[in-house]
Structures are given as C-alpha cells and as structure tokens.
C-alpha cells in the first residue's frame, strides 16, 4: 500500500515525552498538497482550525469522486480555552417548497465491484442538500484566526493542477464510467481528454471550479447558498427530478453542538453527538474498552459484535436519531454493553496547534451522483441514493432532516495535558478503526505511529452471519476461533480498514502528526 511521510516528528507517542524543536503547527492529511496549504496557513499566523479548514479545503479540490464542496461534513473543535464542539454541516433532505410527487424519482441504480459489491443510486434525485460550505463559514468564523479568503486560496490554486491520488485513481478505476459516465463534464473530471482513466499521479484539472473557488474567497460562503452557486444548482435540480430546492439550500443552517465527552484511560474523548450515527457507536466501544482496562482481541470483537449489531436492528431504522443516540448514550452509560443486546468516499483531517487547539473535520460525497452542478465543476452527493444509510427507503424522511452518517471526527485532551485530533474515512469501519486505535493508544500505551499501524479488525453483520474480517494475526486469528465465529483476513494491512490520520500535541507543546499507511498518509509540522 502506499505510504508517504508516515510520521511528522519523532516516535513520541500517547503516553511519552519528546524533545524536538518546537514546531507551531502539526497536520494529517491526505495529500500533499493538501499538507502544503495546512502547513502554510500555520506558518502564516493560523491555528489547528485555519489549517484544518485549508487543507481540507484542498482535499475537495483535487479528489474527484472521493470528496467535494457539493457532499457534507462534520468539524470537531477543541479549543484551548473552552469546551470541545462539533458543527454539524451533514447533508439535509431536501424538498422544502418542492413537488412531493417528486419523491422516488430521478434515481439511477449502479452496480459496482467496488468493495466488494456496492448497488447504490446515483442522478439528480440522490442528491442530498450540501453542507460542507456552510459548516466550514461558521467554524472559521467562531475558531479561526485568518480571513475566509486565505483559507480559500490554497484550494482555488491546487484546482487549476493537481496529481490523482492512489485511492481516487482506485475508485474511479470501478466508477469514472458506470457511475460518472452519464454526465459529460463528470466524466471529463475524471478521465483523461481522450476518456481513458486517469493514473495514480498523473496531473489533471478543474478550472471551472478554481474559478468558483475565488468567488467563494470573494464572496464567502453565501455563493453555495444563496448565490450564483446555489441558483445554478436548484435550477438544475428543477429540470432533472431532483429534489433540492432553492428553499432548502436557502434555509441550510449548519448546528453547533458540545462534543459528546467520554473518559478513556488518562483521556477525554469528545466526539460527534447525535444525531450523528459514528459518534454514539464510537462513544460505545470505547466506553466498554474503558470498563475492561488491559483488553484483549476477544474483548475487541465481543464489543464491535454487540455495538454493530444493535446499530443494524435499532439505530438504523430510527425515525429520531438524535433522541435515539441520546437514549443509547445515556442506558449504555448506566448499565453497560449488556443495555443493547435486545462510503467509503470520505477524507479526513487532522490538526493541532502549539498554544493546544485542536480540530479534526471529516468530509464525505457519498458514492458521489456522477454529475456536477452545470458550468462549476462541482462534483454532488449521492447521499440520498446510499442504501446502507438510508434503512427506511430512499426518500422518505420529511424535507430538513439530517441524513444518518458514520463520520467520526474526534478531539481530546489527556489529564497530563496531551491534545489530539484524529479521524478517518471508512464507512462503517470509521468507528471500529478508531475504536482500536484509540484503545492500543490511550488503554495499553501503545505510542502514536504504533497504535495507527497495529493490526485491525472488524466485525460484519452478513444474511448468512456474523463474518470478523481482519488483518493477519495470529492473536486475532485465535479470538475469533474462541468464539467458534468465522473470519476473512486479508493478506496485508488494507485501506478496507479505514485511513486514521492524527495530530498531536505532547504535554512539553512539542507537535506530532501520524497517517496511516492503508491509504496515502501526509503529515508533517511547520
């Protein structure tokens, strides 16, 4: 797999000291240039929120199909001096002033062998309201020590040319035809002139959205909503059976909420709240770590077996998942594990700051809808077209509500007075890379860069049972065969299992960042 700048300083971890020159700023990101603008913007007078915000921003620039402005997100913040929060900039359903007999239309099925075997809807009517935009205006307005427009510009730049990551290339390897292939100026975002598919590292551009992205610098984050943007989008939403409305991208408002604050170990965790799905379940796990101390792999799977299985038959199917996560949080809290028996296109970013802030955003698109909005080259959600988040059919939550998602951006402080951001992509396997990362680092010591590359695992629910798929070893190989469960293990460590990437701030104000080498890692300080 590939591996590129693992580890930003030296190998001090979770739980030691270390003794390098003290950098201001520390990221994880998933390419480099995403890295430079984080880097940049640090060295400039920034915090972890203004690297955090440009390096993601970047991000949605250059990985077509994997992550864009036109898909959602959550931004957790730590600040130095207050209390940790998470901005809520999820995508809605939309249909406020629409047609309902909309609904159910516009929807286009594609079969992929891309992990594994996904069916997913894609067209207009997958397209879930965007909130990307929104979320990252209110984190730079309450956290950010630079103006809008300097955290725009490095993304405005990286758009006019940028290489095809390693991950992208592999997506758009199953997807650039059968899933973008219906819309002409997709399509030609992700393939080569002559149609052919582009290479991991092979340059392309997006010019029509490095010129949206200096009206977005200019203008700020209005253009997406009520702007040039978001009339281009709703107007063609209304000649292709979509369900967005000028109403609802009018009337996005992304939400502030307090992090949901878990203690681990020597750490407090904070993580998304309802009615995000990956926070609780995280929360969950990590809660039963904590309860057994020095746990084994039989543990790990126990738990994951337990936490996953009430999220398929429960928390999937609810109709108020923010009441339902609170109910889980709270009758978990009181009586433990024993309470629940009864896309993969995301990126992640990671930073921290020497003054100790610390902010971790994950992004997602979806599968993507294979279209952009016309003459932007912004790439859409499917959002509403992914079945494995949208358990009670597709289009049938009522127009405003925010879509379930597994995205897990997750900040902490250790009472030693360590600060970390840490997140990855995955899909369902967010919580259960986090969940094992977290636990090596913050339950058995494990440092930083070692937690990241230890082996992982992780427990699907399949109609013939419970499958554990693993990485090879033979401490996990011999769990599952105590619990009589069978396993898939895959012959090396595999981006399957997520992408963890994360900054750290030692308790001396010396700055760490680690990746992982399951997908393309670049972290660095500055």
Sequence with gaps: MEHVAADGVSGAGLGQDSAVPRPRIAVAATGAQALDAGLSVGRNG??????????????????????????????????????????????????????????????????????????????????????????????QARFAR???????????????RYPIGAATSRYLAYTANSLFGTDAEAHALVTRPDGHLLGPGESTSNPLLA??????????????????????????????DGLITAADLAQYRPVTRPAHVSTVGRWRIGVNPPPAVGGPMLAVMLGELSRIGDWTWRDAIE??????????????LSEDLEADGRRLLSSVGRYGLSALRGS????????????????????????????????????????????????????????GTRLASNMAPTVGRSDAGRVLAIGSPGADRITTALMLVLGQGCLHGRELADAIANPRLHVRHTDQGVVVE???????????AELGLVGHEYGEPHMYFGGVGAALRHEDGTLQASGDTRREAHVGVA
């Design 470 to 480: 693993h990485e090879p070893d033979a401490g996990i190989a011999a769990a599952i």
């Design 303 to 316: 738990i994951q077996r337990a936490v996953l299985s009430y999220r398929l038959t429960t928390h999937d």
């Design 211 to 240: 010129d949206v992205l200096d009206q977005l610098a200019d203008e700020g984050p209005e253009l997406f909503t009520t702007g040039a943007v978001a009339q281009a989008l709703a107007s063609d939403m209304q000649q292709r």
């Design 46 to 139: 920034g915090n972890a929120v203004d690297a955090a915000l440009a390096a993601a921003l970047v991000a949605m620039a250059t990985e077509p199909g994997m992550v864009s402005l036109g898909g959602g997100c959550y931004v957790a913040v730590w600040p130095a001096d207050g209390d940790p929060v998470v901005i809520d900039g999820n995508v809605e359903m939309p249909g406020r002033d629409g047609d309902p007999q909309r609904r159910g239309h516009g929807l286009r099925r594609v079969v992929t062998s891309y992990g594994g075997g996904v069916t997913m809807y894609a067209g207009h009517g997958s397209v879930a309201t965007p909130g990307v935009v929104p979320a990252f205006g209110a984190a």
């Design 146 to 160: 630079l103006p809008w427009a300097e955290l725009v510009a490095p993304a405005a730049r990286a758009a006019r």
């Design 344 to 399: 993969s296109s995301t990126a992640h970013i990671s930073a921290v700051d020497v003054d100790g802030n610390a902010c971790a955003v994950t992004m997602s698109s979806g599968y993507c809808a294979g279209l952009c909005i016309p003459g932007t080259g912004v790439l859409l959600n499917n959002a509403l077209g992914e079945v494995e988040l949208n358990r009670l059919g597709l289009h049938a939550t009522p127009p």
